[in-house]
């Protein structure tokens, strides 16, 4: 099955989905005996979860922020397509794929 993409946004969103997906640790149902317990226990699996998924994320994004800038500063323009495409394949790709 071949799906259609409607906008490079589209593209970008679905690779962080992907990207975090892919680096967020599968959980094991907690069963704690209570009900209450089983829910608190969860939830406190998705914090450590968002917070451990945040810091690499803000890392990749300052990386990328970095990189971009630095362009944009030195030289004194847009980055060229061709430019956001090496930055792309050869920086970020890596930072997320294992």
């Not at 409607?6 to 593209?11: D, E, F, G, I, M």
């Not at 967020?24 to 907690?30: L, M, W």
């Not at 451990?52 to 970095?66: D, K, N, P």
């Amino acid at each position: 099955m071949v799906r259609r993409r409607n906008s490079k946004a589209a593209r970008g969103a679905e690779l962080i989905i992907a990207a975090i997906r892919h680096h967020t640790p599968a959980t094991v149902p907690p069963d704690t005996g209570t009900l209450r317990g089983d829910v608190l226990a969860l939830l406190d699996q998705m914090s450590a979860s968002v917070s451990q998924m945040s810091a690499g994320v803000s890392e990749i994004a300052g990386v990328l922020t970095f990189i971009f800038a630095d362009y944009v500063m030195i030289n004194q323009a847009p980055v060229p397509p061709a430019t956001l495409t090496e930055i792309v394949d050869r920086i970020f790709l890596p930072l997320v794929r294992p």
